[in-house]
């Protein structure tokens, strides 16, 4: 019993910080300063009750099937008709984190995005290469030791709102003049992290092997459900602190506001918290690594199978294992988010000729979130009805499911 409930939190961290990359990092500090405790509490609990019933349902599902490499083939045969949306889906989450990490954390603080991004490419490879799925919930258990360290000692630094009552009492940023208009907004958010991990490669892969080591799926997701709700929350309420200490706070907003880069401008600005600094970034640094190296393990796992049996013309002109390594994958990960990182110098250029043009250049993560609020969800429940249904084989037009995801994004364009 020891041993199945060691294993069950060693992969419940596992789950837990593979799952706190840039949308979670990032946009819970948004919410929580934009809309205040109660609606941080909320989005938390949604994202953490996504991540759980991910792994409630594919309990279910893999018990359907007599043996763990039935359920991987299964999984692999059935997603190969599903390529574009499962790489997609990767690109944007390792590139959503590059551009967080390089937008709201480094950038403030004046440092070279480039180096930044080599290293995080080169902790990746070493990371991925030394620690497959199957030992990678041991990598991650360090990790996850680094991450409660900081924690711990940002918690005891005197920088942190210590009271439930304090905290709720922060006025939010910002306030809508009709309650419409939060339902506007909750409705896409909760549904796109309710089924947000179902596109996830790395979810997939993990599940995949928690049942190959015996354990139980549902019991490691629901542990990482709630160690992933506590890092969100404890990464809220040190949004609230720093928007407490900040001379913006009282300040009126709109809602195109960005409070994404506050802990680090907070923290920088007064040299006594510069140790709270150094924690934060450590924070996010491991965060966004082992989202990092679950995606290039995904990624191997998942494209290697799939270049092998490709008939496609493609491979006459480049080499199979080239196609199948993460490395050029991420290269153009780095490529997009330094680009799109950068959006808001090229808009000061434009707005020399045309002033009206300079709000499209204004890019943060709402952009890439968009996709996952509502681009992403006709193909996950797709995806969940074909892994639901074991006997037969369903096909569906890949334009039209494009198409619906397309017109699913727009009712949310003009709020990005």
Not at 100 to 124: D, E, R
Not at 299 to 323: G, N
Not at 364 to 376: D, P
């Amino acid at each position: 019993m020891l041993s199945r409930f060691l294993n069950k939190v060693l992969w419940g961290n596992s789950v837990a910080l593979a799952w706190t990359w840039g949308i979670g990092l990032f946009f819970s500090v948004q919410i929580a300063v934009q809309f205040g405790f109660i609606a941080l509490m909320a989005y938390v609990t949604v994202n953490a009750l996504g991540l759980s019933l991910f792994g409630v349902v594919n309990h279910f599902i893999a018990k359907k099937y007599n043996s763990a490499e039935e359920y991987e083939k299964a999984f692999l045969r059935k997603a190969g008709n599903f390529k574009f949306p499962f790489f997609f889906y990767q690109f944007l989450a390792i590139t959503l984190t590059l551009f967080a990490c390089l937008k709201y954390v480094t950038l403030p603080l004046g440092i070279l995005s480039f180096l930044v991004a080599v290293m995080f490419i080169g902790a990746t490879i070493f990371l991925g290469e030394e620690f497959k799925i199957n030992r990678i919930k041991y990598s991650h258990a360090f990790l996850g030791i680094v991450v409660l360290a900081a924690a711990i000692y940002i918690l005891n630094s005197g920088f942190m709102i210590s009271s439930f009552t304090d905290l709720v009492s922060v006025l939010p940023a910002f306030r809508f003049h009709s309650d419409i208009d939060y339902v506007a907004l909750a409705v896409p958010i909760i549904i796109g992290f309710l089924f947000g991990p179902w596109l996830d490669l790395q979810h997939w892969q993990r599940a995949i092997q928690i049942k190959k080591e015996g354990g139980s799926i549902a019991g490691s997701y629901i542990v990482g459900g709630l160690i992933f709700w506590c890092i969100l929350v404890f990464d809220g309420a040190l949004a609230i602190s720093a928007y407490a200490q900040s001379p913006l706070y009282g300040f009126d907003f709109s809602f195109l506001d960005s409070f994404k880069s506050i802990i680090t401008d907070a923290a920088h600005s007064s040299r006594a918290f510069h140790g709270v600094l150094n924690a934060y970034v450590d924070f996010i640094c491991v965060a966004s690594l082992t989202t990092f190296d679950s995606g290039y393990i995904a990624f191997q796992w998942f494209t290697e199978p799939q270049v092998k049996d490709s008939k496609s013309i493609l491979l006459t002109f480049f080499p199979p294992k080239l196609v199948a390594s993460p490395i050029p994958w991420f290269f153009l990960c780095i490529v997009t988010a330094t680009i799109t990182m950068h959006f808001a110098e090229f808009g000061k250029f434009i707005e020399m000729f045309d002033g009206s043009l300079v709000r499209f250049f204004r890019f943060e993560l709402e952009y890439y979130l968009a996709f996952y609020a509502s681009f992403f969800i006709m193909y996950e429940i797709t995806f969940i009805r074909c892994m639901l249904n074991t006997k037969e084989e369903n096909s569906y037009s890949a334009l039209k499911l494009f198409s619906t995801g397309l017109s699913a994004a727009l009712p949310l364009s003009p709020a990005a």
